[in-house]
C-alpha cells in the first residue's frame, strides 16, 4: 500500500492506495467516517473542490486488480466495481446480449465523464436519476459487498435506501457486479429524457421483458428521478406481464400502462424538472421503451 498526501505535503487529506480488498476494508474501518472512498472521481473530486465534504483520509481503489473488468459465465456478467462505463459502452459482449446496460452506459454523461466513471461508483452515489442504477434496476443485478465481517451478497431491490444512500454498512465495499444473463427468450431496453444528450436524466427508464412465443411472461420496469430513489414500477409490471404480445397493437394497454405509472411513482419539483413533467413523461417513456423491445422482438 502506498501512501500520499495533500498539495506541498501538508497532511490536510492523507490519500492512500491499497492494492488488495481486505487492504482497502481494514482502512475503512480504522478511519471509519473520516474516510471516503475514490474510484473513477467524478463526483469525489467536485464535492471536495468545493468543500461540501471534507475527509481527511482519500482510499484509492483504483489499483485493486481483483476488483477490475468484466467476464460473462453460465449465469451472469460480473462486472468489477471499479470497471469503467466506457468499458461496458464498448463491450461488444454487453452491446450484443445486455442492450439496456449498452444504452445506459452510451448515455451517461460526455466521453471525459464516462472515461472517468465506474460502475460501482454510479451504483455506490445512489442518485434517483442514476442512468446505471436505472439500468441494473431493471435487470435485476445482484451485488458483491465486502466488510470486516467477510463477504455478503444484496440484490438491487434492496440497496438503495435514500438520495446518496445505500445499504452498506461500515467498513463496507461494493465489490461486483452479478447481472443475470439475458437469454434468447428476453429482451432489455434503456431510455432517458435530459435536456441534451450529456445531461443528468430528468427522468430515466429500463426494461426487461420476459416471453414464451408471442406473449411476455414476466417482466420488470424501473423509473428514475421520479422519487427518493430508483423505483421499480410493480403494478406497470402486472399489466405488461398480463396483456403484452408481439406483432398485437397494445395500444390500450400501454394506456394503462401509461395512467399506473403516473400514479406510482412519487418525483418532485427540481432544478432538472418539474413534478408535473416527470409524472406525466415517466409513462410516455416506459411505454415507448416497450415498443422499442416489442419491434426488436418481431424483426
Known sequence: MERAYGHNGVPEIDFLTPSTISEAVNLLQEYGSRSKILAGGTDLVFLMRDRAITPEHVIDIKEISEIQGLEK??????????TKVRDIQKSELVKNQFTALNQAASQLGSTQVRNMATVGGNLCRAS???????????LEANLKINGPEGT????????????????????????????????????TGFLKVGRVGVDIAKINTAVKMKFEGEV??????????????????????KIVKEDIEVGADNKDVLKDVEDTVSKSCSPITDVRCTEEFARTNGGKIIARTIRDILKRRSN
Open 73 to 82: 459465465d453460465e449465469n451472469n456478467l460480473n462486472i468489477g466495481a471499479i
Open 128 to 138: 434517483p436519476s442514476g442512468d446505471i442504477c436505472c439500468a441494473m434496476l431493471a
Open 152 to 187: 455478503r451478497e444484496i440484490n438491487i431491490d434492496n440497496f438503495f435506501k435514500g438520495p446518496s444512500e445505500t445499504a452498506l454498512e461500515g467498513g463496507e465495499i461494493l465489490t461486483q457486479i452479478q447481472v443475470p444473463n439475458v437469454r434468447e427468450n428476453e429482451e
Open 216 to 237: 411476455c411472461t414476466d417482466c420488470r420496469i424501473s423509473l428514475g428521478a421520479a422519487g427518493p430513489t430508483p423505483l421499480r414500477m410493480k403494478e406497470a409490471e
